[in-house]
């Protein structure tokens, strides 16, 4: 059974920092992996979705990159800003399906 | 487009009464999906539907739970009798293709609290 973890489970940096948030997955037969932010109260915003073909995935200031045969993902944020602080969660599915398992999520908060 | 469209966002209801939440997809989405997320639990999916038709509703948690798709635009997920155990907020999301993207859109979720 696939299990998602992200660690840490909560992070908190001062404005500008550069950081790394980590997902680890037990089950490498995936076809792809999707990061996603979470604002307090509101639903899901897709941020990245990296296909099992590839490595890495870039959006603006992130930078997602994919390590299927360790099981793991890195998001990684550049020059942080205080409206990057949410909740990321980052989610597979089973290969061949659409079953997202979701981790549990990171919790950033930047300080201005 | 307004995104994908939830009601209510607050829902309290008593223990034993039925309950049903509310989805509209955004226009033009195959794919709609029901996640409830708790904090002991974080994020579960629990049905998804193809073109209006469910195409997996193993995460549905016990015959209590139902949801239908009548058409392209709407979906309602019904818990009946609804139980303390079923609080959670319930999310509904769409997606034109969740494989590729990112592409998958989220309603601002129905918060349940039974009581």
């Known amino acids: 059974k696939q299990e998602v973890t992200q660690i840490p489970a909560a992070l908190s940096v001062p404005e500008g920092e550069n950081l790394v948030l980590n997902c680890s997955f037990t089950?490498?037969?995936?076809?792809?992996l999707q990061w996603f932010r979470q604002d307090p109260g509101k639903g899901l915003t897709s941020l990245l979705l990296?296909?099992?073909?590839?490595r890495e995935q870039t959006s603006g200031r992130l930078n997602a990159s994919l390590d299927k045969s360790s099981g793991r993902s890195t998001l990684y944020i550049a020059a942080s800003q205080p409206g990057d602080s949410a909740t990321y969660l980052c989610?597979?599915?089973?290969?061949?399906?659409?079953?997202?398992?979701f981790g549990t999520g990171t919790r950033l908060k930047v300080l201005a | 487009d307004a995104g994908v469209i939830q009601s209510p966002r607050h829902e309290v209801t008593e223990m034993g009464q039925e309950v049903t939440l509310r989805c509209k997809p955004i226009?033009?989405?195959?794919?709609l999906f029901w996640y409830r997320q708790t904090m002991m639990r974080g994020l579960e999916l629990l049905i998804y539907?193809?073109?209006?038709?469910?195409?997996?509703d193993s995460g549905m948690p016990e015959d209590r739970f139902s949801a239908k798709m009548p058409n392209a635009s709407f979906s309602t997920l019904k818990i009946q009798p609804s139980e303390p155990r079923d609080s959670a907020v319930y999310f509904c999301?769409?997606?034109?293709?969740?494989?590729?993207?990112?592409?998958?859109?989220f309603g601002s979720g129905t918060r349940l609290t039974v009581v």
């Open positions: 999301a769409s997606s034109p293709n969740p494989g590729q993207g990112p592409g998958y859109t």
């Open positions: 990296i296909q099992s073909s590839q």
């Open positions: 089950d490498s037969a995936i076809y792809n």
């Open positions: 539907f193809n073109n209006n038709v469910p195409i997996d």
């Open positions: 989610a597979v599915p089973p290969d061949g399906t659409y079953k997202y398992i």
């Open positions: 226009s033009g989405h195959d794919y």
